[in-house]
């Protein structure tokens, strides 16, 4: 099967670009030659190209078609539109059953010719997020300008060129069979023949072609490098990704920080590094930081790296005295001066100032900090507190620190260690991988800070939709949702929603969308629980009895279903359940509902008794276990329901033919319906 091989070679692509460019390329290839059914398909990204492999029918197999046209009653006006539309004359047109048909004859389509005709197109609308015109033409849009184009089929070149017919804005750039080595260690243009070729021919004019190759060299060179220095590297994978794709031929090397800048808070000069330099920051064996970095290089250099070294300790100590600067200016204040700043800080136009949101912050704090055992003056000093490293120089510069900033001035100004690391810590967890904060007061801020958010914005119209959430409030609900579960928090989110709204201006404190928030949580608990691998539907069945603002008890409620619907009574008890569900959901259209209780002197066989007094011994002692949150107690007791209900059904049959007698085991199924809807709503359990 033919193989083709496609690379664009352009000057450098930002590295955050690559991975989607080369996506693109093999998702748009794919749709455009699917009658050629590629397969084996494979993508390649870099500093300087985005490329794609995959192997292909040799030609499109000719078809045959038929097009049904006007009735042959139909006026000579629509019968000649339909002759022009295909492109057909009239003696190619047959009749059949009262309509005239056109036959067409579709000839093969060598692949190469498909290639042709559809990758022009296909680039000239080419995806990318941002793109640039250069040189003499406007027409064609890449992220930066195209250099080469490289198309093989089976080693052959495709010929084709961007420019429109008539035009001149495909900047001269013609399809062929050379590729470009590294722009410094080899540069020009080779000749290739294939994919192996090409990928042998790039590795020996170095050029790794595959970003994972590229990405374990440097994370091996950094590993290997630390080691030897007697330090730890920092993880960082996406520093990591981000380095592969700045590279063709990673050479890892290892700089040495000056000591004068060693005693600058580890997140500043880790932040510093990464995001100015794209550094790769070291650890000391005890979690200090090291007075050494490491950095990849995209050559080879003939003393070994000494002079890059050199070069890049040299700018890092420029950009440390900048952080220096900053950090000595920024604790000649006192940081509870610079609350005041906020004021003049728009929050959002319905909402006030960030002051005004500092207000409400630590209002809600202090309400909070009983409930997590903190001190509510500590939680409300810190509340003060927590946004005011905003207006500082360290954070204006790196806003990555706030908080921690924040964290390190109050410190300095003697602020109570609780208040300090509240500061520091509020923000967590800043996304999916970082941890909750776990001290009482910090606990406290960190809540009161996302309740806030959450409700406030709702309450202002600015609940996220679709894809669109500007505001983060996906990320500070799941932030509530951590927090309180990872520390075991008994407290009622719903009512500390209620608390928030009640701090906010006054036209907004009975928003509609206030009424949201419950089933805003609720789904982001659900979408949680199921990138956890949990039995999220388990908790849409509990939370179909009423949301549960306490998440810690819903947790648990739910833990104890899904652990009986794991064992074998469970799952038969389910099963009976929706098959009693379905039996009275099609009765009842007819003449429900059955919601009055059964009468026990209609009952004929032992079975409906003995069903019957399963339900009333045992749906009371549910709810009260329940009630008193014993929800592995309440579940085995309705486990007991399982074979009572079996043998109803074995021995029973519900639509009797004697009215009365119907109705009563249809009032017998409701109560049943009714006992276990206390419990969870099975009907929306999956499998």
């Known amino acids: 099967m033919p193989e083709l091989l496609i690379e664009l070679f352009s000057e450098e692509i930002p590295a955050r670009l690559q991975r989607d460019g080369a996506d693109s390329l093999g998702r748009l290839v794919s749709e455009a030659l699917a009658p050629l059914n590629p397969r084996h398909t494979h993508l390649y990204w870099g500093p300087r190209r985005i490329a794609l492999s995959a ?47 056109l036959d067409r004859r579709h000839a093969p389509i060598a692949a190469h010719q498909l290639i042709m005709q559809t990758l022009p197109g296909l680039l000239r609308r080419f995806p990318w997020p941002k793109a640039m015109r250069w040189g003499a033409g406007s027409g064609l849009l890449w992220v930066r ?15 084709f060129t961007l420019a429109l017919p008539g035009a001149d804005d495909g900047h001269g750039l013609v399809a062929g069979a050379s590729s470009e080595g590294h722009r410094f260690l080899s540069p020009g243009g080779f000749t290739v023949t294939g994919v192996q070729d090409w990928q042998d021919g ?3 004019r170095h050029v790794l072609v595959e970003a994972g190759e590229r990405a374990s ?52 000069m880790q932040v510093s590094m990464r995001v100015n330099q794209r550094y790769f920051a070291l650890r000391r064996p005890d979690g200090s930081a090291a007075p050494a970095f490491i950095f990849a290089a995209n050559t080879l250099a003939s003393d070994g790296g000494a002079l890059t070294v050199a070069g890049n300790e040299r700018v890092l100590r420029a950009r440390f005295s900048d952080a220096r600067h900053f950090w000595d200016l920024d604790r000649a204040v006192p940081l509870a001066s610079r609350v005041a700043a906020l004021d003049a800080v728009t929050f959002h136009a319905a909402l006030g100032s960030q002051g005004d949101r500092i207000a409400r912050i630590a209002r809600l704090a202090t309400r909070i900090a009983p409930m997590v055992g903190a001190d509510p003056a500590h939680a409300a000093r810190a509340a003060h507190l927590a946004k005011a490293d905003l207006s500082t120089g ?30 520091r810590e509020h923000y967590q967890p800043r996304g999916a991988g970082d941890g909750v904060p776990h001290a009482p007061v910090s606990v406290a801020v960190a809540l009161a800070d996302r309740l806030d958010s959450l409700a406030a914005l709702f309450a202002a119209g600015e609940k996220p939709g679709g894809s669109g959430d500007p505001y983060a409030l996906r990320r500070a609900a799941l932030g509530v949702i951590r927090i309180v579960r990872d520390n075991a928090l008994r407290l009622d989110v719903f009512a500390l929603f209620r608390a928030a709204a009640e701090a906010l201006p006054d036209p907004l404190r009975a928003a509609p969308d206030l009424a949201l928030l419950p089933g805003f949580i609720a789904e982001r608990l659900r979408v949680q629980l199921r990138a956890d691998g949990a039995r999220h539907d388990v908790l849409a069945a509990v939370n179909a009895t009423g949301l549960d603002g306490d998440l810690v008890r819903a947790l648990a409620r739910t833990d104890a279903v899904s652990t009986l619907l794991g064992s074998e009574d469970g799952r038969n008890l389910l099963a009976a359940a929706r098959r009693a569900a379905n039996i009275l959901r099609i009765e009842e259209r007819r003449d429900g509902p059955y919601e009055a209780e059964p009468d026990p002197s209609l009952y004929s066989q032992n079975e409906e008794r003995a069903l019957a007094a399963a339900l009333g011994e045992t749906l009371p002692r549910v709810v009260t276990e329940i009630a008193a949150e014993r929800f592995e107690v309440a579940m085995t007791k309705l486990s007991t329901l399982r074979r009572p209900l079996d043998a109803f059904f074995d021995a029973v049959t519900v639509n009797a033919d004697d009215a009365a007698t119907r109705r009563n085991r249809l009032r017998l199924l409701a109560a049943l319906r009714g006992g276990m809807a206390r419990v969870a709503d099975f009907a929306v359990i999956e499998g």
């Open 202 to 204: 790039l590795r020996a």
């Open 394 to 423: 360290m954070v204006g510069e790196f806003p990555e620190l706030q908080g921690v900033m924040g964290g390190y001035y109050a410190g300095h100004d003697g602020e109570a260690p609780e208040v300090a690391a509240a500061i």
């Open 55 to 101: 192997d292909l029918d040799a030609a499109v197999p000719g078809s045959t078609s038929s097009e049904r046209g006007p009735r042959e009653s139909a006026p000579e006006q629509a019968l000649a539109g339909f002759l022009r539309k295909h492109n057909a004359r009239r003696d190619a047109l047959r009749a059949e059953n009262g309509f005239w048909v």
């Open 217 to 268: 060299l440097i994370r091996d060179g950094i590993a290997r490098l630390a080691q030897e220095a007697g330090f730890v590297a920092v993880p960082d994978d996406g520093l990591l990704e981000e380095v592969a794709g700045l590279v063709e031929w990673p050479v890892p090397l290892l700089g040495r920080i000056d000591a004068a800048y060693m005693d600058l808070p580890s997140e500043v």
């Open 145 to 159: 300008p195209l250099r080469r184009m490289l198309c093989l089929l089976d080693g052959a070149p495709v010929p």
